[in-house]
């Protein structure tokens, strides 16, 4: 029964590859990563900048491939699901300017999809042999708490790996905003080794520039 029910789970967990990552399509990118994509590359920066931190890297590493499979279920939940705007100038405002709401607001909402997405979590995994759901929930719960060093590590991976999707859509066109994202960064981030890959970011960023002015 173990076999069969870790089977129906894998299948599950794949879907995360048709979850696209709706935050970004609100400044107009058409086709945004999936959520496995995130997850992915996720798992190869904490192997590629976890092994100068004096953490556990095989934590670490389950962290960032399960840290988003509640999606399956959830789907993406941004900050501005519930919003209403009229129309695409409207909505572009309300983006522009998301990161000067309350903090309680933003709390709130976070409050609410954290638990939205530990429900999802708690279902995904209700099936599968207990000392796996067991270690997984830990896990999760962890990650989404910061409680560890390994978790605040990740999640610091996370808003990183999200700028680099949003430099990436400023490649492609360059009238997209990734101002929020920079701002992002600069609220959370704190560890030395990414803040050194955020300045190679901004590097390749300003050296595109450069080259368009020419």
């Not at 999707?165 to 066109?173: C, D, M």
Request: contains cysteine; proline residues 3%; glycine residues 2%.
């Amino acid at each position: 029964m173990a076999a069969q029910h870790i089977l129906q789970f894998l299948m599950e967990a794949n879907k995360l590859k048709d979850v696209q990552r709706r935050g970004i399509t609100f400044y107009g990118v058409k086709k945004a990563d999936s959520a496995l994509d995130h997850s992915f590359r996720m798992a190869l920066m904490v192997l590629l900048f976890g092994k100068e931190k004096n953490i556990n890297m095989a934590k670490a590493m389950k962290m960032s491939l399960i840290h988003d499979i509640c999606k399956v279920i959830t789907g993406d939940i941004t900050p501005y699901d519930g919003i209403a705007a009229k129309n695409k100038k409207e909505k572009a405002e309300l983006v522009s300017r998301w990161r000067r709401l309350p903090l309680e607001e933003k709390s709130k909402m976070q409050r609410e999809k954290t638990a939205k997405e530990k429900e999802a979590f708690k279902k995904l995994t209700k099936d599968l042999p207990l000392n796996i759901k067991t270690e997984m929930s830990q896990l999760w719960l962890d990650y989404s708490q910061a409680k560890s060093k390994e978790a605040r590590f990740v999640q610091q991976i996370n808003v990183v790996e999200n700028l680099l999707e949003a430099f990436e859509g400023w490649l492609a066109n360059k009238k997209f905003p990734t101002m929020p994202w920079w701002e992002h960064v600069n609220e959370v981030v704190d560890d030395p080794i990414l803040l050194d890959f955020i300045k190679e970011i901004s590097k390749a960023e300003l050296k595109e520039i450069c080259k368009k002015e020419k």
